[in-house]
């Protein structure tokens, strides 16, 4: 049984649902469309994502957008599926300081055994940060398989 939008906003809005890395971006949605299979969500990095520069090391950039995409996929399916990415390519645009950052994970198809997605990662001035594509594997929500 999948879930609604209304529910799903209900469940994302307690950060101890979060798995830790999630938690550790300071992860917080901001607006979901299950039926447009899309998700909106904003990232709070501490200091200690930084790199030498001063700025947010591109692997947490790249673990942000795969949250924001993943989770827009299993949004889509209203929480029925997980999917754990199987490939991911992201496109650095510009240096990301140590601020709020916001995402947008959209989903391009989900089929049977796939989905693909992209995302963005921007300031909330709108200056882009990054971009990506990511292809994922399909799987039950753990717990929820036959339901």
């Known amino acids: ?51 030498p520069t001063g700025n947010v090391q591109g692997g947490f950039i790249c673990g942000m957008l795969d949250d924001a995409m993943a989770l827009a996929a299993s949004i889509s399916r209203g929480f029925t599926v997980i999917v754990p990415t199987l490939q991911m390519s992201v496109s650095f645009l510009n240096p990301a300081p140590v601020t709020r950052l916001l995402a947008r994970g959209e989903v391009l198809r989900v089929g049977a055994n796939t989905a693909q997605m992209q995302g963005t990662l921007r300031l909330p001035d709108g200056t882009p940060i990054a971009v990506a594509t990511a292809s994922a594997v399909v799987r039950p929500f753990p717990g929820r398989e036959g339901r």
């Open 1 to 51: 049984m999948a879930f609604s939008d209304d529910q799903i906003r209900a469940m994302l809005r307690d950060p101890s649902r979060f798995p830790p890395s999630a938690r550790l971006t300071g992860l917080e949605l901001i607006d979901l469309s299950s039926s447009e299979g899309w998700a909106e969500f904003a990232f709070n990095p501490s200091r200690d994502f930084a790199n």
